[in-house]
């Protein structure tokens, strides 16, 4: 299997606070795990892309001092969004990438739901 | 500009019939794309890849399509079912496997 966790699921926190997001993949090691943001109704967006062991490449527009990334290990990611504010609330999703057959596939984990307040 | 179509935000069928969904891109050469599911509040699923030297790929009752000249991928849902209501999303990879980009998805509908 390919199985990814994310803790927690839901998370609502006051405003100027920090909030931190894990990602693990817990059958597989992923050299590489994504980060992304979903608004109602909308694709995945991209932030980020996290190697492990080296800073994480953000995508344009994301405030790399505001969504701290970090990729300790090969099974674990962390997100953690600083001096959150209303505007920060959305779902996100990380995922994890596996070589399988000459190609990698991303397997994604439940989603955060983070609500500031 | 670089860009990912899914054909409509809504598609409403009758439970048995085939459902296809349409993914257009433009100013991309993927070396392969994908097909996701997503549920309301769930993270993607991931259901088919399809590599750009292969026309078609199934896997029971799914089955995708790739055509790099006309830039396009159909996936087909057929004998379709209620639960296979769900938002299915087409997603592109940009090289190497380090970056994938994901189209608004698709809201399939199947009424019993």
């Known amino acids: 299997g390919a199985v990814v966790s994310q803790h927690p699921s839901w998370v609502i926190c006051k405003s100027g606070t920090s909030v931190k997001i894990e990602c693990r993949s817990l059958?597989?090691?992923?050299?590489?795990m994504f980060w992304y943001r979903q608004f109602p109704k909308q694709s995945l967006m991209l932030m980020a892309t996290?190697?492990?062991?080296?800073?994480?490449?953000?995508e344009q527009g994301v405030e790399k001092d505001k969504f701290l990334i970090n990729h300790a290990s090969l099974t674990l990611s962390t997100l953690t969004v600083t001096s959150a504010h209303p505007e920060d609330s959305s779902f996100y999703i990380c995922?994890?990438?596996?070589?399988?057959?000459?190609?990698?596939?991303?397997?994604f984990g439940p989603g955060t739901r983070l609500t500031v307040t | 500009s670089q860009k990912i179509e899914q054909n409509s935000e809504a598609l409403n069928i009758q439970e048995g019939k085939t459902a296809t969904l349409t993914c257009n891109y433009t100013?991309?050469?993927?070396?392969?794309l994908q097909w996701y599911r997503q549920d309301p509040g769930r993270g993607p699923v991931f259901l088919l890849l399809?590599?750009?030297?292969?026309k078609e790929k199934r896997k029971e009752r799914l089955k995708v399509t790739f055509d790099t000249t006309l830039k396009q991928s159909l996936f087909h849902i057929t004998a379709s079912q209620p639960a296979d209501s769900a938002t299915y999303l087409c997603?592109?990879?940009?090289?190497?496997?380090?970056?994938?980009?994901f189209g608004a998805g698709t809201r399939l509908f199947v009424k019993a």
């Open positions: 399809i590599r750009e030297n292969e």
């Open positions: 997603a592109l990879d940009t090289g190497g496997g380090f970056k994938t980009i």
């Open positions: 059958d597989f090691q992923a050299t590489t």
């Open positions: 995922s994890a990438s596996k070589l399988a057959e000459s190609s990698y596939e991303q397997y």
């Open positions: 996290s190697n492990e062991g080296s800073k994480a490449t953000y």
């Open positions: 100013n991309y050469s993927p070396a392969y």
